[in-house]
């Protein structure tokens, strides 16, 4: 017989944790061969200092090339997203829903408390999550408040 633990959903442990990234100087091709040796759409681009200032999308990519420009003209630091939109590890699903509904993105990065990305999700994670909670009873625990409740 199974034991049943009731855990408190984390956005950090739905995210994929493997955030691949790459220097703000590196060409388009080398970043696009990250993408497709990694099977992933965005890769997090670094500064000389180690910290992210952006991202490079496969749409970027896609785009670059159906402007028939070269991409081997091009480092990531010239064509990233510059304003990564984030969402704390401890966030709920309703505050990431409500994201992904009102922007254009399709993933977001999940930043610790020293505001370092640990982890990337992206709206068909969440299409998929509101997909299969109509099929099963799942019941998300409300954001604990740190505040003490007057007694």
């Known amino acids: 017989m199974s034991t049943y633990s009731e855990e408190k959903f984390s956005i950090v442990r739905a995210a994929s944790r493997d955030v691949i990234t790459c220097h703000i100087n590196d060409t388009i091709?080398?970043?696009?061969?990250?993408?497709?040796?990694?099977?992933?759409?965005?890769?997090?681009?670094?500064?000389?200092?180690?910290?992210?200032?952006?991202?490079?999308?496969?749409?970027?990519?896609?785009?670059?090339?159906?402007?028939?420009?070269?991409?081997?003209?091009?480092?990531?630091g010239d064509v990233m997203v510059r304003d990564i939109i984030t969402v704390s590890e401890d966030a709920s699903i309703?505050?990431?829903?409500?994201?992904?509904?009102?922007?254009?993105?399709?993933?977001?990065?999940?930043?610790?408390?020293?505001?370092?990305?640990?982890g990337v999700i992206n709206k068909k994670w969440i299409n998929q999550f509101k997909k299969y909670t109509r099929y099963y009873d799942i019941q998300l625990q409300p954001k604990v408040s740190s505040e003490k409740s007057p007694e």
Do not use: H, Q
């Open 29 to 76: 091709p080398k970043v696009a061969k990250l993408m497709v040796d990694n099977w992933i759409s965005s890769v997090f681009v670094k500064d000389d200092n180690n910290k992210v200032v952006g991202i490079v999308t496969d749409g970027i990519v896609f785009r670059l090339v159906a402007k028939e420009k070269d991409p081997r003209l091009y480092k990531a």
């Open 94 to 118: 309703d505050e990431l829903r409500n994201l992904f509904e009102k922007s254009k993105v399709k993933r977001v990065g999940v930043v610790d408390k020293n505001g370092e990305i640990v």
